[in-house]
């Protein structure tokens, strides 16, 4: 490939990064937008629980994305890397374990705990991720558990969510 070529495909990938990038932001800020809008409509107990119905919402979506590209509800490293490119493309560090028969999804870093904060909610979005990953992994397979065993909103150095299947 031609040095022109080379700079001019940088040049696009940096673009694309940036796009990318303000398009996280604008998703975060209108989840933020319409949160508030709810919260002054009709008070902070509807919005938590509407809050709550639109992650389950994402994570019914997501379990059937899931499923649809070959994911089956035995797999539960498939699943937590599936959610963990997920993670990655919002923004966030995260990757799995594998301890055993469970996997651990980590997240070292979030950027929605700096937006939630942003907008005067901080440490407010663990009850929310805890409902994403709930519904996710019931609409995959009621077998499958999911415990969360350290969140940054609460101290912890990361958010950590074992993956197991019941007993």
């Not at 989840?31 to 119905?53: C, I, N, Y």
């Not at 901080?122 to 019931?138: L, V």
């Amino acid at each position: 490939m031609s040095d022109a070529k080379n700079v001019d495909l940088s040049k696009r990938l940096a673009r694309a990064e940036r796009d990318w990038e303000s398009m996280q932001r604008i998703c975060h800020d209108f989840f933020h937008g319409w949160r508030q809008t709810v919260m002054d409509r009709f008070g902070p107990d509807v919005a938590k629980e509407l809050e709550l119905s639109f992650y389950g919402r994402i994570g019914e979506g997501t379990a059937r994305t899931f499923l649809e590209r070959g994911g089956t509800p035995d797999d539960l490293a498939k699943l937590v890397r599936s959610l963990v490119r997920a993670s990655e493309v919002m923004g966030e560090a995260a990757h799995l374990v594998i301890e055993e028969k469970d996997v651990l999804l980590v997240h070292a870093a979030c950027p929605w705990m700096d937006s939630f904060r942003a907008t005067d909610a901080p440490n407010q979005c663990q009850a929310s991720c805890d409902h994403w990953f709930q519904s996710t992994a019931k609409s995959i397979s009621p077998r499958i558990k999911v415990l969360t065993e350290s969140a940054l909103p609460a101290g912890g150095a990361s958010c950590t969510r074992r993956f197991s299947f019941a007993q």
